[in-house]
């Protein structure tokens, strides 16, 4: 099914891991603005510093405050409970068994993201590729894999990881309601699990980041996915720091 001929081309396109040739600013006109972009000869208001509210700071605020992308894995394994619950609390479901409500927000409920992990030290866990199922909340095992990380990333610093968690987007279950623009609801959705297991692994004490370095191409190969009505839209890493 095609989900939108210019959607799709741009995202064929994106996935070469060269990134492309970097533009320069003058092809934007001088618009770029790296800090965040900012009005001048408008008044502001000056906000209370965080924490602002008349409440104590939460343990959710202190985790979301001291999150940052993670740069550096110990190469120790971290425990197959750990990653049970980042898999929960990014797309699991709320009660076992049953499809929904799931943890992550949804356009029309229709949850497009597949994920996928390639465990590299993960107790209990075999060198093999692993789809979780959220309904049962259990990976399922499907093929044998051996490379190293770095053989689908040119980020080296990836090599201590213990696990890189690939999402997919099975793109025709939003497209079926909302056409071209399921596209950028199915992206949308690829942030909002990944911000949730980010936060759980900071709650673990599990060190995560955010990847969009890798090699689409060869690893939609290795999941026997087809790169188009099922393709890979975005990845994390975790490990113990």
Not at 219 to 239: A, C, F
Request: glycine content about 8%; proline content about 5%; hydrophobic content about 40%.
């Amino acid at each position: 099914m095609k989900w939108g001929k210019y959607w799709e081309a741009a995202h064929q396109e994106s996935k070469d891991l060269g990134f492309g040739k970097a533009l320069s600013a003058a092809t934007f006109n001088g618009s770029i603005i790296v800090e965040a972009k900012k009005y001048h000869g408008f008044s502001s208001v000056v906000l209370p510093s965080f924490p602002a509210s008349q409440q104590e700071k939460t343990v959710f605020s202190e985790i979301a405050h001291d999150r940052v992308s993670a740069r550096t894995f110990s190469g120790e394994p971290i425990q197959l409970s750990q990653l049970a619950d980042i898999l929960h609390i990014g797309a699991g479901v709320r009660v076992l068994h049953r499809a929904e409500p799931r943890m992550q927000p949804s356009a029309g409920k229709r949850y497009p993201i597949e994920l996928y992990v390639l465990p590299f030290k993960v107790e209990g866990l075999e060198s093999c590729i692993y789809h979780y199922q959220p309904i049962s909340h259990a990976l399922e095992k499907l093929f044998p894999y051996s490379e190293p990380i770095t053989n689908f990333t040119k980020e080296e610093w990836l090599s201590d990881c213990a696990a890189l968690i690939l999402f997919t987007g099975v793109f025709a279950r939003t497209a079926v309601r909302y056409g071209a623009r399921s596209y950028r609801y199915v992206l949308l959705e690829a942030g909002h699990i990944a911000q949730l297991m980010l936060l759980e692994a900071q709650a673990l004490g599990i060190a995560a980041s955010p990847i969009g370095g890798i090699d689409d191409r060869r690893l939609e190969s290795l999941l026997d996915i087809d790169g188009t009505t099922e393709s890979i839209v975005y990845s994390v890493v975790i490990g113990r720091p």
